[in-house]
């Protein structure tokens, strides 16, 4: 097992590097002078875009700058005259923080988003699922596969005004949604966030149902259910601990992924309900060309997506006997 999570350690620091790369030259390997003037914003003099040019270090070669920028993320970097402790992202052109500590000031309100939708989808899509292949072409069956339609045709964007229309402003049922630290108050935490939840939640059960009801459905029929079946167990350990089993790899790995996509600002949720999390971090950016903070926002979600690769791996190996770990 060891020398499998380093082997997938090892890929995926190459792999961050690679993208860390592509993601620089995309961001940077234009004109020096030209990212000096986002950076000084209106205020910018030709002698006030020089300096920034030569504080940047953009009158050296991309290649140079792009080792300098790696050189800061492990062992921190001067910028200007202005310190930038590893692992230094850069400095904001919009508010001239430290683009790590921007990015880590949103993040919280990303993962609470994240880790609740990702709690009620797994619970009520796998059950559904679950569910809905136990009751193959019965009425359960149906009724949840018609769910598992409908909930997938609906968008988030549509959603969102439909129940804060509902439960907000017309009932008062709940608050507006926002973020309070869970460590501050886990009530207010989770009413503060239960309709971003529940609309996340509603888009992906529908796909998930779906998914389970396939893979159960395939692993009922496989040759070593019926031997198991056959040698008297009951349907509980038939279904739950042998077929669920088999029919967790590709619920794992679509789940890795979208764990990542969630941790890595779910752009439209967020700006749907007004949370200030990492996706509204990086549509901000986009409108105000903050290169670094874009950047930062860019590594980010490939962290995200490259550990969620990594942990997907270490499930299957888990639940797989038949994987190699060696």
Same mark, same amino acid.
């Given at each position: 097992?060891?020398?499998?999570? +380093?082997?997938?350690?090892?890929?995926?620091?190459?792999?961050?590097? $690679?993208?860390?790369?592509?993601?620089?030259?995309?961001?940077?390997?234009?004109?020096?002078?030209?990212?000096?003037?986002?950076?000084?914003?209106?205020?910018?003099?030709?002698?006030?875009?020089?300096?920034?040019?030569?504080?940047?270090?953009?009158?050296?070669?991309?290649?140079?700058?792009?080792? /300098?920028?790696?050189?800061?993320?492990?062992?921190?970097?001067?910028?200007?005259?202005?310190? =930038?402790?590893?692992? =230094?992202?850069? &400095?904001?052109?919009?508010?001239?923080?430290? /683009?790590?500590?921007?990015?880590?000031?949103?993040?919280?309100?990303?993962?609470?988003?994240?880790?609740?939708?990702?709690?009620?989808?797994?619970?009520?899509?796998?059950?559904?699922?679950?569910?809905?292949?136990?009751?193959?072409?019965?009425?359960?069956?149906?009724?949840? #596969?018609?769910? +598992?339609?409908?909930?997938?045709?609906?968008?988030?964007?549509?959603?969102?005004?439909?129940?804060?229309?509902?439960?907000? *402003? @017309?009932?008062?049922?709940?608050?507006?949604?926002?973020?309070? @630290?869970?460590?501050?108050?886990?009530?207010?935490?989770?009413?503060?966030?239960?309709?971003?939840?529940?609309?996340?939640?509603?888009?992906? !059960?529908? *796909?998930?149902?779906?998914? !389970?009801?396939?893979? #159960? /459905?395939?692993?009922?029929?496989?040759?070593? $259910?019926?031997?198991?079946? +056959?040698?008297?167990?009951?349907?509980?350990?038939? &279904?739950?601990?042998?077929?669920?089993?088999?029919?967790?790899?590709?619920?794992?790995?679509?789940?890795?992924?979208?764990?990542?996509?969630?941790?890595?600002?779910?752009? %439209?949720?967020?700006?749907?309900?007004?949370?200030?999390?990492?996706?509204?971090?990086? /549509?901000?950016?986009?409108?105000?060309?903050?290169?670094? #903070? #874009?950047?930062?926002?860019?590594?980010?979600?490939?962290?995200?997506?490259?550990?969620?690769? %990594?942990?997907?791996?270490?499930?299957?190996?888990?639940?797989?006997?038949?994987?190699?770990?060696?």
């Amino acid at each position: 097992m060891l020398a499998f999570l +380093a082997r997938r350690v090892l890929g995926a620091v190459v792999i961050l590097l $690679i993208i860390s790369a592509i993601t620089f030259l995309l961001f940077f390997a234009v004109p020096g002078n030209e990212v000096a003037a986002l950076s000084c914003g209106k205020s910018c003099t030709p002698v006030l875009v020089e300096q920034i040019r030569r504080d940047l270090g953009l009158d050296q070669p991309v290649w140079q700058q792009y080792l /300098v920028f790696i050189g800061g993320i492990f062992a921190g970097r001067v910028i200007g005259d202005k310190p =930038c402790d590893a692992p =230094c992202l850069g &400095y904001s052109f919009v508010n001239k923080e430290p /683009v790590l500590d921007t990015v880590l000031d949103r993040l919280p309100v990303t993962i609470s988003l994240a880790i609740g939708a990702v709690v009620l989808f797994l619970i009520f899509g796998v059950g559904l699922g679950m569910l809905a292949a136990l009751r193959k072409g019965k009425l359960a069956d149906k009724i949840s #596969m018609i769910f +598992a339609l409908l909930g997938g045709s609906m968008q988030i964007y549509v959603m969102a005004p439909f129940f804060l229309y509902i439960f907000v *402003y @017309s009932s008062d049922l709940l608050p507006r949604p926002t973020y309070t @630290s869970f460590f501050d108050s886990p009530a207010q935490w989770v009413t503060g966030l239960i309709l971003p939840w529940t609309c996340l939640a509603i888009i992906h !059960t529908a *796909y998930y149902a779906r998914l !389970t009801r396939s893979s #159960m /459905v395939d692993v009922l029929n496989e040759d070593y $259910i019926r031997t198991v079946r +056959a040698k008297g167990l009951s349907t509980r350990e038939v &279904y739950v601990k042998h077929a669920f089993r088999g029919a967790m790899s590709p619920i794992a790995t679509i789940l890795g992924l979208d764990i990542a996509v969630l941790f890595a600002g779910a752009i %439209i949720t967020e700006t749907s309900f007004g949370l200030i999390g990492v996706g509204q971090l990086a /549509v901000n950016s986009v409108f105000a060309s903050d290169l670094p #903070m #874009m950047m930062g926002v860019v590594l980010l979600a490939a962290t995200a997506v490259v550990v969620a690769n %990594i942990v997907v791996d270490i499930v299957y190996a888990v639940i797989d006997p038949r994987i190699k770990v060696a």
